[in-house]
Nanobody
């Protein structure tokens, strides 16, 4: 059974850092691109970062470029999102999602499964 379990969220002050983790199971991780997206209350889902199946390619939404880093460890079935210099506008529930192929960019339609999410709150 395919599973994605996010963790690592929490409350952090402006300028702080968090590292989100996504534990995957039920599929062969190194065959699929992965994505992190977020959703804040009352707002639409927003793509944050994506990574190809073997980490050759990454992409980020403009709002997080230079602050967030997506990575993966296929041997451990894990995907990560390092978030530095956090801002209040980064407050949201963060989800990791499995793609349908090795690379799909940030486009939402390429991603079909995601976990329950982890809450990130940045205070000013």
């Amino acid at each position: 059974q395919l599973q994605l379990v996010e963790s690592g969220g929490g409350l952090v002050q402006l300028g702080g850092s968090l590292r989100l983790s996504c534990a995957t199971s039920g599929f062969t991780l190194d065959s699929y691109g992965m994505r992190w997206f977020r959703q804040a209350p009352g707002k639409e889902r927003e793509a944050v970062a994506c990574i190809s199946n073997r980490a050759e390619r990454t992409d980020y939404t403009d709002a997080v470029k230079g602050r967030f880093t997506i990575s993966r460890d296929n041997a451990k079935n894990m995907v990560y999102l390092q978030m530095d210099n956090l801002k209040p506008e980064d407050t949201a529930v963060y989800y990791c999602a499995k793609g349908v192929r090795t690379w799909g960019g940030l486009q939402e339609s390429w991603y079909t499964h995601w976990g329950q999410g982890t809450q990130v709150t940045v205070s000013s």
